[in-house]
Structure formats: structure tokens, C-alpha cells
């Protein structure tokens, strides 16, 4: 099982990113997928999931109507976009896949907004 995040790296505030998690080993189509974020210090964030099954998204209050989280299950990719950022939204971003016993992760993509 492998899941390789890209795509983070500097943008302004106000900028936008679009973040990719490249999936291998298992059945990415009918998973659960989410995005986290985490900067030091401070726990885990599940920013964005989507279905396996029928595609329905969820967003955390905090970037609801500015990320949008989107899957392309013929390339095994997931995706984050990241418009109108936020100084706040710099962190270490992870994908994950819900699995049994352990769910999986990447080894995350850093975002820093700055100017």
C-alpha cells in the first residue's frame, strides 16, 4: 500500500494549491478518502473525506466553500484543491485511506501561505 501526496509548497494569501495523493496496493475505488492537516504542536485535522461509494464530501467548518475535495478512481488519485488561503491553513497535509485493521497514510505534502 502506498499513498504519495504532491503539490504543496509557498503561496500567498489569497493564493490557490492543488494538492495530489497518487494510490497503489489497494482497492482505491470503493474507498473512504480524506484529507488531514497538522501543524506542530497541535492535533490532527480531517479537513476533507469523500465516499468510495457514492462520492458524498464532508468539510471541516474551516475551509467549507473555499477546498474542494475531488477523486479521479480511473487514475487512483485523490485530490485537494485549496483556493483563497489562509496563513492559518499552513500545516503538513496528509491523505488517508479507511481501511481494516488500520486506516492508511501518506507522508504528507507541506503547505505554507505567506507573503
Known amino acids: 500500500v502506498q499513498l504519495v501526496e504532491s503539490g504543496g509548497g509557498l503561496v500567498q494569501p489569497g493564493g490557490s494549491l492543488r494538492l495530489s495523493c497518487a494510490a497503489s496496493?489497494?482497492?482505491?475505488?470503493?474507498?473512504?478518502m480524506s484529507w488531514h492537516r497538522q501543524t506542530p504542536g497541535k492535533e490532527r485535522e480531517r479537513v476533507a473525506s469523500?465516499?468510495?461509494?457514492?462520492?458524498?464530501?464532508n468539510y471541516a467548518d474551516s475551509v467549507k466553500g473555499r477546498f474542494h475535495i475531488t477523486r479521479d478512481n480511473t487514475k487512483n488519485t485523490l485530490y485537494l484543491r485549496m483556493n483563497n488561503l489562509r496563513p492559518e491553513d499552513t500545516a503538513k497535509y496528509y491523505c488517508s485511506a479507511m481501511a481494516y485493521p488500520s486506516d492508511y497514510w501518506g507522508q504528507g505534502t507541506q503547505v505554507y501561505v505567506s507573503s
Open positions: 469523500i465516499n468510495g461509494a457514492d462520492g458524498t464530501t
Open positions: 496496493g489497494f482497492s482505491f475505488g470503493s474507498s473512504h
